[in-house]
């Protein structure tokens, strides 16, 4: 017995080490089974499949401090490996304009690109009475208390900060007002909403494609600047009049010491992603959009995300 | 009957090859599942690269982690009986009656009990979940703030009863595991609690991390301590032979543990180890004093495995119908479909009946494997006592280090089961009771999110908490399983004396 499990700790161990000798390795800064985790295994997978790279890369979860356990040890002991890239997506830009990473900053590494962005939505339980963004801004200006909003992120993350946008832009400005809830992902959420315990969900698309073609639950408004294809009859915010976009972009971003060449190098095997058919379908089926941005273009959007994030935190409070 | 052209539709995907990933599957789960620190989620989320690297279709992917998966369910009941060290966290209730079975040379009973109700347990949640999944997945629903904090209520409120004659250690001990639970982001807020500005705490303690110190280390302390004389290690054995009377007197409790264990299962975020440990309790309630649960009977090890495997099959009915994770485990199986261009939801029975059916037949030949590859494996598995406990303990002591380096590659988390094991040192020795410490850190944040949740939709009226008739009949549960123990006691004495 003893042997067994000797043997089988030493084969684990292997596992983990298989390939770290010269194969690229994406971090996922979460527990298997978040956005992350698919970043990571979905981009990894086409990297090989179509030829990107030589051999299976291999995916290394470090869960931890919302992310920022493995964004500080990229920076710290990882600062020039250029076969390294690890997943990010809004709430990583989020959380560094929350000053949520022990001080860390968003130029300590570079954000190489984004090839797919899950569009923000505002959904309601099929028999709410509200039909429009409209109609539920003028519930919240009579009775604040009246509408709760349920979430996958905490208080001020990005599911937060979205509704919260969407009311500005609506005219109620008393935002520290609103019933926000932030419960164990976006399918948790909708089940709280479509049992009415909270009367509108706040999140991202992926999270309720299921639930919108079994009719359980109704979409007011997708935060996109044009109708997300396959989903055509859900109108976009800014068509009611509420001018908002909020994208949770999925991309990857690699340690600030590597080359400029290698930075292209990264920026154009992850265009070539995009650009595959595999991908594509991988979107399709988990409901992403399309939102290819690579190299120093990505890089400079997402600065800009960063400032206008910390501005709006600024301004209710989650930050001094 | 559509059940079984659907199960026929699920079992025409079998062919050899899926049917030796199974038996392998079955093979490496219970080994996972036995190995401390080693859980089912980190078993699962180790072996996904495994399946893309060798290139496995969606079926035969699912087939292979679904083995795994109830192999682990299976596996973490043989270190909880014979080492008293639980393999993962819903085997913890194992130890309470396995252990002391093994030290009265009942080791090979034990497992063989455990077995057959693990078996009875994941067949039964397997066939509700064939024939109700769909309707099920309405259960959660019912649910809201108020009901998830009125469920956890309930659990708390049985755990003075547990382990250790002294309530008032036991409420010790679960204060401490509920104050551990509240290190971490505060999800409420946002902000980070009782962190002292370290990252690593930002997430909380790992309850794995906690569970392997608080027994594996502490059992290394005690042995040190004793230089290898006294450990509590040294369990008899004797001949291993099918103990028909005892599994014939359980078949009610795997029943009624096997349904309790089912429906907390089917409730997102109460998972496995709240069904085992309700199995458990509720069966020690219903037997009494005379049941003389914790001091090692067959029906003790019945009921938490008979729940947590019931628990592991009703964790995929939300995971499937609604995508929300019941478990970690589920969590990383949910992960793997996504991977997969699977996306679990309301719509998966209609729109890929091949892969849900497919899953069911899988199950379903998993679950027989597991029965017939985990009886007669008992006299293999029991071997681990002769070994002198100098060689078997440093041994589980690296294996714990090994497992826990896995989780998150952190000498931190080393560093904190190290801490662990110091505290669960101490607390054996003040004869204070580690199982509610677990529970704690396992269940504290679930019912404190829930509370305040509630607050924050109803502007702070407690009220609020009653406001259901489902949240009002857990609250008379938990009222009656906190109360009912005092004056019960007191009145089941009675007849028992006289049989005596």
């Known amino acids: ?320 | 009957m559509e059940i079984f052209s659907n199960l026929a539709v699920g079992f025409s995907v079998l062919t050899w090859f899926t049917l030796s990933l199974a038996v392998i599957g079955c093979f490496l789960g219970t080994i996972i599942g036995a190995l401390p620190g080693l859980g089912p989620s980190n078993g699962v989320a180790i072996l996904i690269p495994v399946t893309f690297s060798i290139g496995l279709d969606a079926t035969s992917a699912l087939v292979l982690m679904t083995s795994v998966y109830y192999g682990a369910m299976y596996g973490g009941r043989i270190s909880s009986i014979l080492l008293n060290i639980p393999g993962d966290e819903p085997a913890l209730m194992t130890t309470l009656d396995g252990y002391p079975m093994a030290k009265q040379g009942r080791a090979g009973d034990a497992l063989v009990i455990s077995g057959v109700a693990s078996f009875v347990g994941a067949l039964l949640a397997t066939i509700g979940l064939m024939l109700l999944a769909p309707l099920l997945a309405r259960v959660a629903y019912l649910f809201g703030p108020a009901e998830y904090f009125a469920l956890y209520l309930l659990a708390f409120s049985t755990l003075g009863g547990i382990a250790s004659n002294n309530q008032a250690k036991a409420a010790l001990a679960s204060c401490i595991g509920l104050g551990i639970a509240m290190i971490g982001l505060d999800n409420t807020t946002g902000m980070p609690r009782l962190t002292f500005g370290n990252l690593h705490l930002m997430d909380g303690v790992d309850f794995l991390v906690a569970i392997v110190g608080l027994f594996a280390v502490a059992e290394v302390f005690f042995f040190i301590e004793s230089h290898g004389k006294g450990s509590s290690i040294g369990v008899k054995l004797e001949k291993v032979t099918v103990p028909v009377k005892d599994i014939v007197k359980s078949g009610w409790t795997m029943l009624r543990a096997s349904l309790v264990g089912f429906i907390a299962g089917i409730l997102p975020g109460a998972g496995a180890s709240l069904g085992s440990f309700l199995a458990y309790m509720s069966e020690k309630s219903i037997a009494g004093p005379k049941g003389k649960f914790g001091t090692g009977v067959p029906r003790g090890v019945a009921a938490p495995e008979a729940g947590n495997n019931a628990a592991a099959g009703g964790a995929l009915v939300p995971m499937l119908t609604l995508g929300v994770p019941g478990s970690g485990t589920t969590a990383v199986l949910l992960a793997l479909l996504m991977t997969l261009n699977i996306t679990p939801g309301p719509t998966l029975f209609t729109d890929r009946p091949d892969v849900v059916w497919g899953l069911m037949a899988s199950l379903l030949i998993a679950n027989f494997v597991l029965l017939a590859m985990n009886v007669p494996m008992v006299k293999i598995f029991v071997r681990v006592l002769q070994v002198p406990p100098a060689v078997l303990l440093p041994g589980v002591c690296m294996i714990s280090f090994v497992g826990i380096f896995s989780l998150s590659g952190s000498y931190f988390d080393l560093l904190l089961m190290v801490g662990f094991g110091v505290m669960g040192y101490v607390l054996r020795k003040l004869d204070v009771p580690t199982v509610p410490i677990i529970l704690g850190i396992l269940l504290g944040n679930h019912m404190e999110d829930a509370l305040r949740r509630g607050m924050v939709l109803s502007d702070g009226d407690w009220t609020y908490l009653f406001s259901s008739p489902i949240s009002v009949g857990l609250w008379i549960a938990a009222v009656a399983g906190f109360v009912a123990p005092m004056f019960l006691r007191k009145v089941l004495q009675k007849p028992q004396a006289i049989t005596d």
């Open chain 1, 1 to 320: 017995m003893t042997k067994t499990l000797r043997a089988l700790s030493l084969s684990a161990v292997l596992i983990g080490a298989a390939g770290a000798v010269s194969a690229a390795e994406c971090i996922a800064p979460a527990n298997p089974g978040g956005g992350w985790d698919f970043t990571c295994r979905q981009i990894g997978k086409i990297l090989y499949d179509i030829g990107q790279v030589d051999e299976p890369v291999q995916v290394t979860n470090m869960a931890g401090g919302g992310g920022g356990l493995a964004f500080s040890s990229v920076v710290n002991e990882r600062g020039d490996d250029a076969d390294l890239i690890v997943a990010a997506s809004q709430a990583t830009a989020t959380r560094l304009a929350q000053n949520a990473y022990g001080g860390a900053t968003a130029d300590q590494v570079r954000f190489v690109g984004a090839i797919g962005a899950d569009p923000g939505v505002i959904v309601v339980a099929a028999d709410s009475p509200m039909q429009s963004l409209g109609d539920m801004i003028d519930a919240i200006k009579a009775d604040p208390g009246s509408v709760a909003f349920g979430g996958g992120s905490a208080v001020g993350g990005f599911d937060h900060l979205k509704v919260l946008q969407v009311l500005k832009a609506g005219g109620f400005d008393d935002i520290t007002a609103v019933k926000y809830i932030g419960l164990d992902g976006g399918a948790d959420a909708i089940t709280q909403t479509v049992g009415g315990f909270t009367q509108a969900m706040t999140g991202d698309m992926s999270e309720i494609v299921g639930f919108l073609k079994s009719g359980e639950v109704r979409a007011l408004a997708v935060l996109t600047e044009a109708r997300v294809p396959g989903f055509d009859d859900i109108p976009t915010a800014q068509e009611q009049g509420i001018d908002v976009v909020a994208v949770n972009w999925r991309g990857l971003y690699v340690p600030k010491g590597i080359s400029d060449e290698r930075f292209e190098e990264w920026g154009a095997k992850l265009a070539a992603v995009a650009a595959s058919d595999e991908w594509k379908a991988a979107m399709e089926a988990n409901g992403l959009a399309p939102f290819t941005k690579v190299g120093g273009d990505f890089q400079s959007w997402v600065d800009g995300v960063i400032a206008s994030t910390e501005e709006l935190s600024r301004e209710i409070g989650v930050i001094q």
